[in-house]
């Protein structure tokens, strides 16, 4: 078994754990022999079960019953049962949009019609779980939710955001120069309190109580309730989630099933008007798709007729409706592209003549010959006139126009008004409609569920556009058919339209086209009902236009509508007899056969009555075959019968008024009845026409039967072309579909025989027809079976439900209905992928689950349960079951009661057996009951039927049914578990409900047989993902989620016992597939999955028992962690053996907090370093457990503090899992520089991509060494025993571990936590420790400058990119990840196979060669980042920031005094209150807010307090610490953190001196720590310190204790010590920029400590680093050996070792200096006083380490004879040591540095500097006035570039003076040089007005001339330069003219060359030398000097 890996391996693993115990004896420190929890719960003589095995279950039913809650608390209450309004059946009126039902009028109505109304009208019924918005799928980790936790933050003040006042620093600098007089002539004290008077100076505030004896019980009370005041509640609302993608537990409640739209689009039209207005005309609008070929909207007629013209219609014309009166309309288009047009059609009333006569007057008259043409336009009104009274009935066609809608839309989408207007002209049209096409749309709004279409297309949001259409095409009486009309619309597109070579008609038609509002008052829908709101019946109505999509829309119907189109095309009447020439069709809608039958059913066109019952078309002038272009809308009555039909009357109208010739002539008829068996009849007609009315009775027949001795046109053939249109929510028009509700109805109203199509089914037959017919249904069309689905899937529920009875039959159609429901769901999953959501869930299924269904009714006559059940009186039959499941299901048909096959029928043996076995079944035993669960009692009539109404229970039916499915339809099932898991929960809460269960005990809630076919169920889809997961991975991935879910909700019905016993089995089925599996990550993945989601549930932690006191295992023994140690005493009591199973994965933990233990055993074993192949979960199960901790702290129910506890208490196992981490946790503290200051870095470096373990450097960082390099005995980085070392965990990971620590130590119960901390080992301990110091650094405060930097960059910060890729490789399975994982063989990943192989982390991941993608990870990032954040939002983050990093800070401050506490307790943990320090040390030398230092200088006080010993006798070097960071702090600018930075100063000093009337060793560190402060800080301010030193003697002064003792004194020398040191260093501050003068300060000031060994050897050093940095390697070396021999000095005190120098004697060789080093004076400290010599280099081994740096500093400066004489006094040293290794490196190196003195290959190699003596002179320089210094220069520095190197910087203008000043005086020179020189001359003048140069002079003046400057200082400097260009020019002039005279004739050209650029020189500079500035020519303040800073850096002057 090679291939098995450390993940099966942990199964035997317990032996191991024994074997660690004897070890542990041994190697005590290894961090490997800390796996206290990732190997067995817990060891006991009875249950060892591994990690990797989930443990039994406790039955929570019964633990609730038998452990009563011992306290009465109502809170604790709360946590122990679910609320009992925890689950609500709501019955929710839908949302009517229009203001009455759309409902059909007729009361008598079909079973059918009734059940659609009823599917229409119900309301939904909605199963809630009250508190589900509670669980982790609704974490308010949302960015606005956050934001609202947010809410009131205080603002942390942190020194880092405050600017120090710089005006008062400032004085005080410019004071301190003033004053400051040469260094060398004053005595240091007296210099520094001449300048400050230290008393004078003002103290901080002094801490009241700070002097009292207060007894440090009552001293830790009060820091206590001081640092838990004021505390943020929620850690986790100041800790950003995650980030990632949704989460997987988040199901979105569906979207309530709601009538579809397209993108909706408002047209209003607002005035139409003619050349000439002589008659009304009447306008239809509607929209067309040009590339489907479709016309996509019914029409829009609107009427914008003068009302004089209207009154020409009167006596044809009904008073209209209001309704008929809209002039705007609200399109709906599902599928917008770019081949949308709106056309506008024109009618006019019929005349004699064809379209083009008549419109003839439109074309030639215009309106601005109206007076010319008076009499011919009277005519022509008077003509129109007597039309309009003849023919006002009948309309003509006359123009057209079409409009490029998306043109419209995108023009106006880029325009920046608020509205456009656009002219559509033919002559025009090309530029108008092109030129503003496609600019950026405004943002895309998502569309109505279906909604889709081309991108460039979106109506939502274009900016208004005010269209004016002005002309018109004449309507040609051959080309009215839509065919003709797509032509011409394409014809349109083209550049060379036919339709721009035509006469148009000129006309204007303004219309406004924008996106309709959301909720537009006064709308009428299509069936012209009124649409909320609709606040006054009287205003002009908005009508919403229907839509014909262009492709099929696949949403349900949800409304009631049946309306029906009737579009007449052609007629052919050539070959009819007689005359029939100017034809008009009425279409009438009629019920019967009289011609009073007619129905009011067709809609209005516009300004008439709402319904009429007849219409007419157009009648083309003279033409035998007309075509068509009529739409006729006719409103469908609900109920149809076979004597409905349409009536076609075609007439022949007379236009000319003649005697005896009627106005219309029926000239034939024809009809199409409405139903054809039992159908409704709809489609493409092609009809024979009758020429004499038909014969009674003809409304059954089709016109195409021929009927006995009736005529027909041209011998009944088709002559007349019609298409019928159905829209309706009634007729499915699917023959299948029609077929399966018919003989449902059938079976409903139990009436045979059963007409379809053309079959008579009689009831003996309807069996096998029913069947046939559900198996059908996969036939049927997509689209009728989405419109249709709702009622589709509530009659298969019905028939499961319900087994009607046929023919005395009881038919059981489970099966066949289960099969036909699996096959219907997986059609819609496969072809409508766009519209699941993340889980795959189809959403038109999910809304029918969540809002439509229900149970269906009990029995026929009982009231539904709720509001409408699923059916009307259907006759069924109850189906017994037997209680054994037959072994085989291949029975034959049996009439037997007793069979459990769903699908075998039976028949009722007699009622009385029936009626007895009803009743008796009440008193059987449940477990033989196979009878169905729900019975009703009936009265014996109905029993003697044999139809007794029982029914089965759906959920029971439907679990029988999926267990016992096989084949397709099982893999079907499995496709779509989801949907069947989610109707079964809502049949069971629906049960419960109905039958008042829901209060019911759980165990008694289901039979047990339904519990039995649900353990099976959920058994063999757990085996189906286990073998499937590597074939089918995204059908696995569904599956898994939708168990998951499943568990779930049964989790909130259910026996939750038996739930976690399925959540058991699952885990069983993954664990055993485990251990065969070389990669597990993928299944593991899927695990967590799975648990994450039943993790979500709103009541996670009352499942886990919250209140439960853990039982102990029946034998106490030690647990592994106590084995860990010998110096732990582990108690064997039973409360202490509780204790310890609350924090560790022991049995009863997992068996009693049992969904809690499931995620902590997930966590440890995935971070569990041997797990392999795991890495890439990290990240996913780590989000795990944050994402429920952060749920937890948002919720409400738990925001009491104890109630907190107890959440807190599940999560106990964490504190330990996480220690365990920390050699793979991601090492934040390498963020900090040596000091421990934070270092702002950039955000690339924030998180370091590096892979390997926390470097030996880094480690001691983590341990807190500091200034000094102290080693420190690490707790968990030893180097363990294997040899192994692990894989770092990301940023993010490791941040998110951290938070979730922080937040169990915040909530958790203190004592709980003090008696685990008790029973630690000191290496645990010191491990938590460790894991705390991580915490300081991990939620350090950034900083607002970072976050303001970090906002210009582009990556979010916390993206660590390895983690994504790890992710993407190893992490969630998704199909996309296949590819990457096949590949994974080539990519190496898994072939790492020794240890000895490995890359440094431990897995393949961190070595380099696989990491190729580090860098170019650019495509992960986030580009819904904003980038640019504004000021409020970096204000915000920074605020959010700090009060994290300080909550942060406060939680580890708590856990420390919990440690403190437990050491107190148990006084063997002294060691450990090292660790503690350095806990505190590190968070101190951390960026930190006000708040916290005032609550960590309390603590440290009280740690000295209680443990003086501790620093000054253990932790010596930690007191050096704790004195630097409390000085530094005590130069803080925020006087808070001075007032408790002193006070804590100030108690040490008073601690120590109580230990032994001295305080030597503070204040020797104290001294120490100032220099090294002011030495290297770089923001040290020192006006802040003085104030901390005043305070700190103001305590001094009143201490009345002390005040008898040295020690008022002592602490005043020390004070003024520390003044005097800060004041020499101030000088230093000013010339940091000077490095000669620095270092000579640096030596004044080392000089100044010749009695303070270590502050002197502290001060030479830093003056090497300096020397060291400017690589003046011979000067570094020298400062080293004085270093040396001043170690020297006092070694030879201390230690008399004759192999050590005697003292600084020894090193005169190298150096006569040296001998300033010897401590001969009086005042010389002794080496071996308390706090002298006591630093790292006063010891041997530091001595050799000086005299090394000094060698190799020598040898680069290549002075290689004092390289011999230092390895003369190291020799011996080594010899005596016996160091064979060292000499032979002495004696390499020796031979180097001799031969290189030999072999010089130049002899230029040793040229070690040139020497300059530099004097300044002059009042200017200050102080440094006839002051003389030796320079030293690199090798060959001349005197011009030292000079140069010295000179003054000059101002950019004051250097253009010089420079001009200059190039003038060159001039002057060569021009009056006597003799003259005409070459030099000529080089002068070339360099000044040469072409090539003159750019130079004129630049500068243009430059510095053009404006005058701002600043009234360099007004003067303006002017002078000003004059020199004036003097310049002048030079100029004067030069030209000397060469002049100098040149011969070869050289004229070239003078003329000269002069002509003189002359342009001049020209450009004249208006700049003759700008004056005005105010120098007042009186101004005089300009001071800018010349006053000197410097002796090398720096050129400024180029221009």
Sequence with gaps: ??????????????????????????????????????????????????????????????????????????????????????IEVVYSPRDCRTLVSAVPEESDMDPHVRDCIRSYTEDWAIVIRKYHKLGTGFNPNTLDKQKERQKGLPKQVFESDEAPDGNNYQDEQDDLKRRSMSIDDTPRGSWACSIFDLKNSLPDALLPNLLDRTPNEEIDRQNDDQRKANRHKELFALH??????????????????????????????????????????????????????????????????????????????????????????????????????????????????????????????????????????????????????????????????????????????????????????????????????????????????????????????????????????????????????????????????????????????????????????????????????????????????????????????????????????????????????????????????????????????????????????????????????????????????????????????????????????????????????????????????????????????????????????????????????????????????????????????????????????????????????????????????????????????????????????????????????????????????????????????????????????????????????????????????????????????????????????????????????????????????????????????????????????FHEELALQWVVCSGSVRESALQQAWFFFELMVKSMVHHLYFNDKLDAPRKSRFPERFMDDIAALVSTIASDIVSRFQKDTEMVERLNTSLAFFLNDLLSVMDRGFVFSLIKTCYKQVSSKLYSLPTPSVLVSLRLDFLRIISSHEHYVTLNLPCSLLTPPASPSPSVSSATSQSSGFSTTVQDQKIANMFELSVPFRQQHYLAGLVLTELALILDPDAEGLFGLHKKVINMVHNLLSSHDSDPRYSDPQIKARVAMLYLPLIGIIMETVPQLYDFTETHNQRGRPICIATDDYESESGSMISQTVAMAIAGTSVPQLTRPGS??????????????????????????????????????????????????????????????????????????MNSLTFKKSKDMRAKLEEAILGSIGARQEMVRRSRGQLGMYTISSPSERSPSGSAFGSQENLRWRKDMTHWRQNTEKLDK???????????????????????????????????????????????????????????????????FATQRALVSKFPELLFEEETEQCADLCLRLLRHCSSSIGTIRSHASASLYLLMRQNFEIGNNFARVKMQVTMSLSSLVGTSQNFNEEFLRRSLKTILTYAEEDLELRETTFPDQVQDLVFNLHMILSDTVKMKEHQEDPEMLIDLMYRIAKGYQTSPDLRLTWLQNMAGKHSERSNHAEAAQCLVHSAALVAEYLSMLEDRKYLPVGCVTFQNISSNVLEESAVSDDVVSPDEEGI????????????????????????????????????????????????????????????????????????????????????????????????????????????????????????????????????????????????????????????????????????????????????????????????????????????????????????????????????LKEALQPLINRKIPQLYKAVLPVTCHRDSFSRMSLRKMDL
């Design 240 to 953: 950003p989630s995650p980030d990632e993608e949704e989460p997987i537990e988040r199901l979105s409640v569906p979207e309530v099933p709601k009538e579809h739209f397209g993108q909706r689009l408002l047209v209003k039209c607002l005035s139409l008007k003619f050349e000439i207005e002589i008659e009304p005309i009447f306008a239809s609008l509607a929209l067309y798709d040009v590339k489907e070929k479709k016309k996509i909207s019914e029409n829009f007629y609107f009427d914008l007729n003068s009302e004089q013209m209207k009154g020409l219609l009167r006596p044809h014309v009904p008073p209209a409706a209001i309704t008929t009166l809209a002039r705007s309309a609200i399109f709906s288009i599902t599928y917008p592209s770019q081949d949308v047009f709106l056309v506008i059609k024109l009618e006019k009333v019929l005349q004699q003549g064809d379209i083009g006569e008549c419109a003839e007057p439109y074309m030639i008259f215009k309106e601005a010959d109206a007076t010319k043409n008076k009499e011919k336009l009277e005519k022509l009104k008077s003509q129109a006139d007597q039309f309009c009274q003849r023919l006002g009935k009948y309309r003509m066609p006359f123009a057209w126009t079409a409009i490029h809608l998306m043109n419209i839309v995108s023009s106006a989408g880029s325009l920046e008004r608020d509205s456009t207007e656009v002219e559509i002209s033919t002559g025009e049209r090309k530029g108008s409609w092109s030129e503003r096409r496609n600019s950026s749309l405004v943002g895309r709004r998502s569309l109505e569920r279906t909604t889709s279409g081309d991108d460039s297309c979106n109506l939502t949001s274009f900016r208004p556009a005010t269209l004016t259409v002005t002309n018109f095409f004449k309507q040609e009486g051959d080309r009215l058919s839509d065919e003709d009309l797509y032509k011409f619309l394409a014809d349109m597109r083209r550049p060379s339209s036919v339709l721009r070579r035509l006469r148009p008609i000129t006309a204007q038609l303004k219309i406004d086209i924008s996106p309709a509002p959301e909720n537009p008052h006064y709308c009428l829908t299509p069936e012209l009902l009124q649409v909320k709101l609709y606040p006054d019946s009287r205003v002009r109505p908005t009508r919403e236009i229907l839509e014909f999509p262009a492709r099929d829309v696949y949403v349900p119907n949800t409304t009631y509508r049946n309306l029906l189109y009737i579009y007449p095309q052609s007629l052919n009447f050539a070959n009819r007899q007689g005359s029939a020439r100017n034809i008009t069709v009425k279409v009438q809608f009629m019920y019967g056969e009289d011609p009073s039958n007619a129905m009011p059913v067709i809609f209005g066109k516009s300004s008439c009555s709402e319904f009429s019952k007849e219409a007419y078309t157009a009648v083309v002038y003279h033409n035998r075959s007309p075509d068509f272009h009529e739409e006729i809308k006719v409103k469908l009555p609900a109920t149809l019968t076979d004597h409905h039909h349409l009536l076609f009357t075609f007439y022949h109208v007379s236009c000319q008024q003649k005697q005896n010739t009627p106005l219309e002539t029926p000239v034939g008829y024809t009809w199409i009845p409405m139903l054809q068996n039992g159908r409704l009849k709809t489609g493409q007609f092609c009809l024979p026409v009758s020429l004499e009315k038909p014969p009674q009775a003809y409304s059954v027949l089709s016109p195409e039967v021929p009927l006995p001795g009736m005529k027909w046109v041209d011998n009944h053939k088709g002559v007349f072309n019609v298409e019928v249109v159905a829209v309706s929510s009634i007729h499915t028009q699917d023959p299948y579909l029609d077929k399966f509700f018919a003989l449902v109805n059938a079976l409903d109203e139990h009436m045979f025989p059963v007409r379809i199509g053309d079959m008579r089914i009689m009831e003996n037959n309807l069996e096998n027809e029913l069947k046939s017919s559900i198996a059908a249904l996969n036939s049927s069309q997509l689209e009728p079976v989405v419109r249709f689905l709702y009622l589709l899937l509530d009659k298969l529920i019905l028939l499961v439900v319900r087994p009607p009875v046929i023919a005395g039959q009881i038919v059981n159609l489970g099966q066949a209905s289960f099969e036909a429901m699996a096959s219907i769901i997986n059609r819609l999953h496969k072809n409508l992928e766009g519209n699941h959501d993340q889980h795959g869930r189809n959403s038109l299924l999910a809304s029918y689950i969540y809002y439509v269904f229900r149970l269906p009714n009990t029995y026929p006559n009982s009231p539904s349960p709720g509001p409408g059940g699923l059916g009307g009186s259907v006759h069924y039959a109850t189906m017994a079951r037997s209680a054994v499941r037959p072994a085989s299901l291949n029975l034959n048909r049996s009439r037997s009661l007793s069979n459990s096959n769903p699908d075998i029928s039976g028949t009722p043996t007699s009622p009385d057996d029936e009626v007895r076995s009803i009743i008796g079944s009440k008193a059987m035993d449940r477990s033989c009951n196979r009878m169905s669960s729900h019975t009703e009692t009936s009265s014996f009539l109905q029993t003697l039927t044999g139809r007794l109404p029982t029914k089965k229970l």
């Design 1733 to 1960: 010599c006591s630093g790292k280099y006063f010891t041997e081994s530091g001595l050799v380490g000086l005299l090394e740096q000094a060698a190799a500093s020598f040898s680069m400066a290549g002075m290689y004879e004092a390289v011999n004489e230092v390895y003369k006094v190291l020799i011996p040293i080594h010899e005596a040591n016996r160091d064979a290794k060292k000499l032979s490196t002495i004696h390499g190196k020796l031979q180097e540095a001799f031969s290189k003195i030999v072999h010089q290959s130049t002899g230029w190699e040793r040229m070690f500097g040139t020497y300059f003596r530099v004097g300044f002179y002059g009042t200017k320089f200050g102080d440094l006035d006839e002051q003389e210094f030796v320079y030293k220069e690199p090798a060959i520095t001349k005197l011009a570039e030292i000079s140069h190197r010295l000179e003054i910087i000059l101002t950019p203008i004051e250097v253009a003076i010089e420079d001009m000043q200059k190039k003038t005086q060159e001039l002057a020179f060569a021009t009056h040089q006597d003799p003259a020189d005409p070459k030099m001359l000529q080089m002068v003048l070339q360099g000044s007005v040469g072409t090539t140069v003159n750019q130079g002079p004129l630049e500068v003046a243009q430059v510095f001339l053009s404006e005058i400057p701002s600043d009234p200082k360099l007004f003067r400097h303006h002017n002078k330069l000003r004059l020199c260009f004036k003097d310049f020019t002048k030079r100029c002039e004067d030069a030209l003219r000397k060469n002049k005279s100098l040149i011969g004739p070869d050289q004229k050209e070239y003078q003329r060359e000269l002069e002509r650029n003189y002359h342009r």
């Design 1 to 86: 078994m090679a291939e098995r890996r450390a993940f099966a391996q942990k199964i035997s693993r317990t032996v191991a754990a024994e074997v660690r115990k004897q070890i542990s004896g041994q190697y005590s420190g290894s961090p490997q022999l800390l796996k206290n929890l990732n190997i067995v719960g817990s060891i006991s003589h009875h249950t060892t079960v591994p990690l990797t095995e989930a443990v039994d279950p406790v039955d929570l039913e019964d633990y609730l019953i038998t452990h009563p809650l011992a306290v009465d608390s109502g809170l604790l209450r709360d946590l122990i049962e679910f609320p009992p309004d925890d």
């Design 1430 to 1496: 504004s000021r409020a939002e970096i204000e915000h983050e920074a605020l959010i920031d700090g009060n994290l990093a300080t909550e942060a800070n406060l939680i580890i401050l708590d856990t420390l005094e919990i440690v403190v506490q437990t050491v107190s307790v148990t006084e063997s943990k002294e060691s450990i209150l090292g660790g503690v320090l350095k806990v505190l040390l590190h968070s101190m030398a951390c960026n930190q807010s006000a708040v916290y230092l005032q609550h960590c």
């Design 1276 to 1349: 968990f980085l030893l180097t363990s025993t294997s040899g192994r070392q692990h894989t770092t965990f990301s940023a993010e990971s490791s941040r998110s571990l951290l938070i979730c620590l922080l937040w169990v130590l915040k909530n958790a119960d203190e004592t709980v936590l003090q008696k685990w901390f008790t029973d630690l080992s000191v290496l645990q301990l010191n491990r938590l420790l460790d894991l705390l110091y991580l915490c300081v650094s991990c939620f350090e405060y950034k900083g607002k400058k970072v976050f303001e930097r």
